[in-house]
């Protein structure tokens, strides 16, 4: 689709508005639910979900399918149904279900307007908790208080935060002026006086670096292709170490191994990862039951919980869109997606599209543009 519409425009409005109604409705129910802070248990959540799924039904029906698309979308929507009803949790077909519904939709327009609404949400979240009108929930660790601010932890709070960094540079691009950086630097250090979140302040202070970075390169064609190529690095590496550190782990909290080492700056997050990987049984779609301890690195999640066939086909659209996008020179598309397979070595939100929103990125490349890029070579 021909980039027509000017950030923040009326045509761009119309856009959405008369041509898309369904999935917006969808996008924006699910995307207050999480950005508002709703746990898939809250009612609250179950309530808008209800609401969600009939709208993106509508939207699917109502939109015109290529075979190879209609194929794609079939096979990824049944693996995940498949696997929901072995493991009654949602999450998973719900971001599967973002992914496909980007049909035909461009990308930009629609992730400007998520990034203006999860900004809203946030607002109104600190404001009411500020006020008092919503609780703070606080809790100590190490003499530290984590304060909530209405969301569940002090992670959760500083999680939603980086969520909103990483979109506001993404719509922003190379346009970020370094003013707003520094704001989006500020803000992290304020918040991260009260939640107390290293892995979001880490995290928080990477995207705004890389974004930063991407300003100064990004008309350099060879140090962006070269920053891109080491993203694609960063990224298999993530996911191999996430399996391959907590199985080196030889469960002493106080040992000065690298492994024990990282166990102790994650809170004991490896050590987590070690006793359900060598303690819980890998399945092919899933399981029911609950995993032996909790888990917060999301790819161990991934395996564990929704199984190796669900965990296969992830991995395998992330690889082809990755790779999609950086043959298209897309340095923006890898950015974020680095980010959030980043952050999913600490946060288990990685499985959840409406907090990964790097699942509407990719399942739009591959919907959109090698989906589409095929049917043009073959035809």
Known sequence: MKNQFKSGGIKERIYLSKTKTFICIFLFLMVCAKGI????????YYVLTVIAVPVWILHIMSIRWEKKQLLFSLFLFSVALLVTMTTKRTGIILSVMAMIGVKDIDKDIIMRQISKLWICCVCVMLALAVGGIIEDKMAMQSGK???GMGYSSGNALHATVVILIILYLYTRKDKVRWSEASFLFALS???????TSRSGFIMGSIA???????????????MTKWL?????????????LSFAVPLFYDGNYWGNNPAGILNRLLTGRIGHAHTVLTSDTVTLFGNSKNLSAFIDNAYVFLLMKYGIIMSAVICIVYVV???????????Y?????FLFVLYGFTEQFFINSFMNYSFIIVGDEIINVVLKRERLQGG
């Open 321 to 331: 869109a990755i790779k999609s996008m950086v043959h298209r020179g897309d340095v």
């Open 145 to 147: 208080v984590w304060h």
């Open 189 to 195: 250090c304020v918040i991260y006086k009260y939640s």
């Open 228 to 240: 891109t190529r080491l993203l694609c690095m960063g990224m298999t590496a993530i996911v191999l």
């Open 208 to 222: 705004i670096l890389l974004g930063c970075l991407l300003k100064v390169i990004v008309r350099r064609k060879k």
């Open 37 to 44: 802070g709703l746990d898939s248990e809250d009612y609250a």
């Open 333 to 337: 598309g890898v950015y974020i997606t």
